[in-house]
């Protein structure tokens, strides 16, 4: 209890120091024989536990650690403000090689340090040229995350789903008997900042992943959209087949999406292996009566397709930090994948897969799930949303995503197409102009 007492007192502390008056610097002061660690961190789910395991390598070691979580959507404009700051954060996150290259020039050159050597793959290294830039720390799945109960009500169980068109038949079976079965198909596939990235990043993940897979390709300055009549059927089916109307999913929020999966009235809920423990335990739903499948929308060999599995997280270190503030961050990394405590709190309190020589087996159903799949010879969905060319171009088709759901049209669509062809044109050019 004490050292329960004690963490809870110093995560408070950091957070009061975070806030003061200096403007939002990284927090306790630290000599610079010892350095000091600031973490932004990209995951809102997985704060508290960030914060905890932060206080106790601080109990621990005596190094002070301050995490700061941005808010959800909002991590490359926090990334800018805080990096310009003299107290700058000396642990961050890029998303892919896209995200790197606004950052290249900040980032540490990992290759020789201990956390670098303790990856499995060298798969998992962000690379310049022969520069380490970044090192994924999480391999994460997402998918349709189902109430197997609901569904068992409804008649069905998830092995009657194993294509889209299977997914289209329950789905509007529910729909035409929701009345008497007290729930819908689908949650709400919200629009607003907090639940958007879901569909305009995650679900256009899949007409980009079979397109590249037709073309044998890893990335493209001119996406051609083969599979865009895909994306409209599977975003027709989740909004068409949801527990509101489709003219107010501008307002829905992510925390909506999963209030309704938790409280039972809605059966299929897409999101990742991260959000376990947002729904299941005390006073959620029971492990047993939830799995997660695949995103079918009708392409390619859908028998033997499994979960979308990949990364976007690439921790990267503040080259501009001091060399005390520097050491003290790989030490921390290096804990966090090599300890019993960081290793385990990974695993078990974040739902985390690690991809490091001393990674803990998981607890998260979800990450069992994918291994199941795979070990039953389903082929992983890529994670190619890592390409696009940039948020802009995620917020172009966002929009015009919401806007389509209010009015059904073909030229609401038409925009939809645009923003994702068109838009993909533009925004890469002026990414890579000069």
Request: glycine share 10%; charged share 25%.
């Amino acid at each position: 209890m004490k050292k329960k007492l004690f963490v809870l007192a110093l995560i408070a502390a950091m957070t009061c120091m975070m806030f003061a008056s200096c403007g939002g610097g990284s927090g306790e002061e630290a000599s610079d024989e010892t350095g000091k660690v600031y973490y932004l961190n990209f995951k809102p789910e997985q704060d508290e536990q960030w914060q905890t395991l932060a206080a106790e390598y601080t109990e621990e070691t005596g190094v002070p650690v301050t995490v700061v979580t941005a808010a959800s959507g909002e991590y490359e404009t926090t990334l800018m403000s805080e990096m310009g700051k003299d107290d700058a954060p000396t642990l961050f996150q890029v998303n892919g090689p896209v995200g790197l290259a606004n950052w290249k020039d900040s980032c540490y050159d990992l290759s020789g340090t201990d956390v670098y050597g303790q990856l499995t793959s060298d798969a998992y290294a962000l690379k310049d040229g022969d520069k380490v830039d970044g090192i994924a720390y999480v391999i994460e799945s997402y998918g349709i995350i189902t109430n197997k109960a609901l569904l068992e009500k409804a008649g069905y169980t998830v092995d009657d789903i194993k294509s889209f068109d299977d997914l289209k038949k329950v789905a509007e079976d529910i729909t035409a008997r929701s009345d008497e079965l007290g729930f819908s198909a689908f949650t709400s596939a919200g629009m607003d900042g907090s639940s958007d990235w879901r569909f305009k990043t995650h679900l256009a993940n899949l007409p980009i992943y079979f397109e590249y897979q037709d073309d044998g390709i890893e990335s493209t300055d001119a996406i051609k959209g083969t599979y865009l009549d895909n994306y409209k059927a599977i975003w027709d089916l989740y909004i068409n087949n949801s527990t509101c109307d489709p003219k107010e999913l501008a307002n829905k929020t992510g925390d909506d999406a999963r209030n309704e999966f938790t409280s039972g009235e809605a059966v299929f809920y897409q999101n990742g292996s991260w959000e376990w423990g947002g729904v299941v335990g005390d006073g959620l739903l029971a492990e047993d009566d939830v799995t997660m499948i695949p995103i079918y929308i009708g392409a390619g060999d859908e028998a033997n397709q499994g979960l979308c599995t990949g990364t976007e997280n690439f921790w990267c270190v503040n080259s501009n930090a001091s060399e005390a503030d520097i050491q003290a961050t790989l030490d921390f990394m290096n804990w966090c994948v090599t300890s019993e405590r960081g290793t385990e709190a990974m695993a078990n309190e974040m739902g985390f897969t690690i991809p490091f020589k001393a990674a803990v087996e998981s607890s998260n159903g979800f990450v069992k799930q994918d291994v199941a799949n795979t070990e039953a010879g389903l082929t992983p969905v890529s994670w190619n949303f890592t390409t696009m060319p940039s948020e802009e171009w995620k917020n172009g088709l966002g929009e015009a995503l919401t806007a389509y759901a209010a009015d059904q049209t073909d030229a609401n669509w038409d925009a939809v197409k645009a923003a994702f062809v068109d838009g993909w044109a533009s925004e890469y050019a002026l990414a890579n102009e000069g």
